[in-house]
Nanobody, 115 residues
Framework: QVQLVESGGGLVQVGGSLRLSCAAS????????MGWFRQAPGKEREFVAG?????AYADSVKGRFTISRDNAQNMVYLQMNSLKPEDTAVYYC???????????WGQGTQVTVSS
């Protein structure tokens, strides 16, 4: 079992930056693939970034977002730069045994990019 708690969301202007954090509790954190997903109003949840054996990004965030993890602290981060209004969404942290299937989810943190 893994429990995930996100933080760091908020309101930011276009072009600004935010760093999301995800605190994980449970055993063997380093063995889990970790990911960030987001869901905008009226839209389905979508993959943003993942980190396991490698890192992966959605095309829409490549070059702007960076996922990282600190296994000693059981933390995952999402650095978001050059934010756009279309990045507005609830962002969720997720954990899974591999990057194709995520089994554990956090409650989400709201990110709003204002123009």
């Amino acid at each position: 079992q893994v429990q995930l708690v996100e933080s760091g969301g908020g309101l930011v202007q276009v072009g600004g930056s935010l760093r999301l954090s995800c605190a994980a509790s449970g055993r063997a954190f380093s063995s889990y693939a970790m990911g960030w997903f987001r869901q905008a109003p009226g839209k389905e949840r979508e993959f943003v970034a993942g980190i396991g054996w490698n890192t992966a990004y959605a095309d829409s965030v490549k070059g702007r977002f960076t996922i990282s993890r600190d296994n000693a602290q059981n933390m995952v981060y999402l650095q978001m730069n050059s934010l756009k209004p279309e990045d507005t969404a609830v962002y969720y942290c997720a954990a899974g045994l591999d990057q194709t299937k995520y089994n554990y989810w956090g409650q989400g943190t709201q990110v709003t990019v204002s123009s």
